[in-house]
């Protein structure tokens, strides 16, 4: 959806200013028309070469070009573009634009700027935190502007927080899904993630490796086409400030199910990317086990199997996505699933890629159909997975 269209990119001083280069690169493979605006500060970071050469286009920090007096017009650059970006917005860059002031190029650009402006922050959790960004980045919201949240991690400061720069690629999914329409608005998405930790005693439990991050993908992906969404998600890091998103937190098997049971009778759409446990110990020690000379025996007991029950319930017009985790006869199993758990859609992925499975920000997936057969795609970031995904139950609705 960004075939013709002009971009504005800003960027400002802030480590993340590395990103503004991938970002150009996404922006001109969507076939869009990219310009570059630097502050002072962000020469510091990244030089305007690389962004010229991937914007194709030169890069304008200063107002006056030359000593001739030729200079760049802020006024014509607001009214060329068709949607402004500053990424990565520090907060020195958030504070003058909710004040007003304009004492670069970037800022008096964003003054004149008629086209809608999305701003991504990019600043240290403390920085993120503090009244006068929250103030400053409400009086950018409540202007009309587009906030696009930075991420969860480890920042340059070496602490771990809210502050991360957005990755160029939900950048550009926003964007996409701005000019595009929102394809699932009024329609109802339920999304499991995450894993879940089945106890032992009180201290201990059986849990596995799932981070959640591509079900949080996948919920993000789905209320950016203008779903409402439930995600219920076990035991988790991850975090989302997406709008539309209801987040219902749960730790084992069987608060999944519940929850799942009670929500899935008003879902128009369920992906059930969560890893859930398939057995639990038959009893849960209220005291904390001691160690003994010999072994631990624990009996265990199977879990409910979410797919294959919301399976038996489904109502026409309802879609249901599952997920297949295998490290052996890998298509055969999925496939074998697909139709055991009467599902539409099933999302295969291996252990046995690398780059893919627990953990990683990239994952290589094949969806399989029960009416359209089976399409693979290349290893690609989560963010882009879940766009893939959502496509894939958007050609369902559509048939």
Request: hydrophobic content about 45%; overall charge neutral; glycine content about 8%.
């Amino acid at each position: 959806m960004l075939r013709g269209k002009k971009i504005l990119l800003g960027v400002s001083g802030s480590i993340a200013a590395y990103k503004a280069a991938h970002l150009v690169r996404l922006l001109i493979r969507q076939e869009a028309e990219v310009k570059v605006i630097m502050t002072p500060t962000a020469l510091d970071f990244i030089t305007p070469l690389t962004l010229s050469t991937l914007s194709k286009n030169p890069v304008l920090v200063h107002f006056q070009k030359s000593e001739t007096g030729e200079w760049n017009n802020h006024v014509e650059l607001g009214s060329w573009a068709d949607a402004m970006i500053i990424a990565p917005a520090s907060a020195n860059t958030i504070a003058k634009i909710a004040g007003g002031l304009c004492d670069n190029l970037l800022t008096a650009t964003y003054l004149s700027a008629r086209c809608p402006v999305f701003f991504a922050p990019a600043m240290d959790l403390d920085m993120l935190e503090h009244p006068a960004t929250k103030q400053n980045i409400s009086s950018l919201i409540s202007f009309g502007n587009h906030f696009i949240a930075p991420g969860f991690g480890e920042l340059a400061s070496g602490l771990i927080g809210n502050g991360r720069m957005a990755e160029p690629e939900e950048i550009v999914l926003q964007l996409d899904n701005f000019f595009s329409s929102k394809k699932l608005s009024g329609k109802r998405a339920l999304v499991t993630a995450g894993p879940t930790y089945e106890a032992i005693d009180p201290v201990r439990f059986i849990g596995n490796h799932s981070s959640g991050k591509m079900g949080f993908a996948i919920a993000e992906a789905l209320a950016l086409q203008g779903a409402h969404v439930d995600l219920v998600a076990g035991p988790t890091l991850q975090h989302t400030t997406q709008n539309g998103i209801t987040v219902h937190a749960v730790t084992s098997a069987e608060e999944m199910f519940n929850q799942c049971e009670q929500l899935f009778t008003t879902a128009d759409i369920t992906v059930l990317s969560a890893a859930v446990a398939d057995y639990k110990p038959i009893t849960v020690a209220d005291q904390k086990i001691k160690k003994t000379e010999g072994n631990l025996i624990l009996e265990l007991t199977k879990t409910h199997d979410i797919a294959a029950s919301l399976g038996k319930k489904k109502k026409n017009g309802q879609i249901i996505v599952g997920f297949a985790l295998e490290t052996e006869n890998e298509k055969s199993n999925a496939e074998k699933k697909l139709v055991a758990k009467n599902l539409d859609l099933i999302v295969l992925n291996s252990l046995n890629t690398k780059g893919a499975g627990f953990g990683y920000d990239t994952n290589k997936i094949e969806i399989i159909s029960r009416k359209n057969g089976s399409k693979e795609f290349a290893l690609k970031n989560k963010k882009e997975v879940a766009a893939d995904i959502v496509d894939a139950i958007l050609s369902l609705q559509h048939e």
